[in-house]
């Protein structure tokens, strides 16, 4: 079974100043390392005069952690924004945060809190996506059970996601994979166990 977990609903950004420097931090949620880097290409080729695209992106399935300091010194760009990510508790994320630079250095430790000061602006910008493992399944029955169970699927808030209305009823709906149990059990005993859903696939998405 999948676990829950969370990402971004859509990109944000946010930008500060820090010692005539300009840092933009960018987030994105991203599902394989294909989008983590079409996204990184996005935000450099909208920033070609910036000195510094410092990047880190984690990914669920995979476990792909990756980063880069992108021309900055080893260690100051790329693990503090990795950090952000990880304590934020998200995933299937890539945060980019670019640097003009404006001619002042800042010394590792400053540039350890700008990097993260700009990762962190991109994460509260961001709306969060609680992402829970659910269930798909399909069923039929006749006619005379559709009123007990269209009253029966939304008290375990479950998603109608395909209907046919034929010879019989055949309904795909989808709910939280930790309902199904309870859900198989209440309908078994509602229908004398004539009816009895088929799972199809479990995915991972934000139905509560």
């Known amino acids: 079974m999948f676990q829950p977990y969370e990402t971004v609903a859509g990109y944000a950004s946010d930008e500060f100043i820090e010692r005539k420097s300009r840092f933009i931090g960018h987030i994105a949620p991203v599902k394989n390392e294909d989008e983590a880097l079409a996204f990184l290409a996005r935000i450099r080729t909208g920033h070609r005069e910036a000195t510094h695209n410092v990047f880190a992106y984690i990914l669920r399935e995979s476990g792909i952690k990756r980063m880069s300091d992108d021309g900055e010194p080893q260690g ?38 700008a990097y993260s000061h700009g990762a962190k602006l991109a994460v509260d910008a961001a709306a969060r996506r609680h992402m829970n ?33 034929g010879e019989a009823v055949r309904l795909k709906v989808m ?17 004398a166990a004539t009816v009895t859903p088929q799972m199809l696939e479990e995915i991972c998405t934000d139905l509560e």
């Not at 039929?140 to 559709?146: E, I, L, N, R, S």
């Not at 709910?175 to 229908?191: C, G, H, I, N, P």
Request: with cysteine; aromatic share 12%.
């Open 133 to 165: 493992p659910c269930t798909i399944m399909e069923m039929a029955f006749g006619y005379d059970w559709y009123g007990k169970i269209g009253y029966l699927l939304p008290r375990y808030n479950a998603q109608t996601m395909e209907s046919d209305f």
């Open 175 to 191: 709910m939280r994979s930790d309902r199904v149990e309870a859900f198989q059990k209440e309908l078994t005993e509602l229908t």
């Open 76 to 113: 100051t760009g790329g693990v503090p924004v990795l950090e952000v990510i990880e304590r934020e508790g998200l995933t299937d994320v890539a945060v980019v945060v670019t640097r003009y630079f404006g001619g002042i250095l800042l010394g590792a430790g400053g540039l350890v809190r």
